[in-house]
Nanobody
Framework: QVQLVESGGGLVQPEGSLRVSCAAS????????MGWFRQAPGKEREFVAA????????AYADSVKGRFTISRDNTKNTLYLQMNSLKPEDTAVYYC????????????????WGQGTQVTVSS
């Protein structure tokens, strides 16, 4: 079993930056694909970014490409999402997730989920 705990969310002004983290425990996630998803009020949970087991490949939603960077540190069992040039439409609860399957963007493929951290972009 894997427990995922997100941190680092908060309130940030438009064009600002924020880094959210996800600490894993209970079992190493170094053999799993890791991803970030987000859910805004009244909307479906959507894919943001994913990273392969050793960080050799990444994928991003078109809406965040060039602004967000996903990374991982398997020695610390931790996943990160660096968010730059934030926009009000990035406001959402951000969830990290772990998948035992091969590299995927599909939320249905992810086996473990954190509780989420709120990111609010507003002036």
């Amino acid at each position: 079993q894997v427990q995922l705990v997100e941190s680092g969310g908060g309130l940030v002004q438009p064009e600002g930056s924020l880094r959210v983290s996800c600490a894993a425990s209970g079992r190493t996630v170094s053999t799993m694909t890791m991803g970030w998803f987000r859910q805004a009020p009244g909307k479906e949970r959507e894919f943001v970014a994913a990273i392969t087991r050793i960080g050799s490949s990444t994928a991003y939603a078109d809406s965040v490409k060039g602004r967000f960077t996903i990374s991982r540190d398997n020695t610390k069992n931790t996943l990160y999402l660096q968010m730059n040039s934030l926009k009000p439409e990035d406001t959402a609860v951000y969830y990290c997730a772990a998948a035992q399957t091969f590299f995927t963007r599909l939320k249905s493929d992810y086996d473990y989920w954190g509780q989420g951290t709120q990111v609010t972009v507003s002036s």
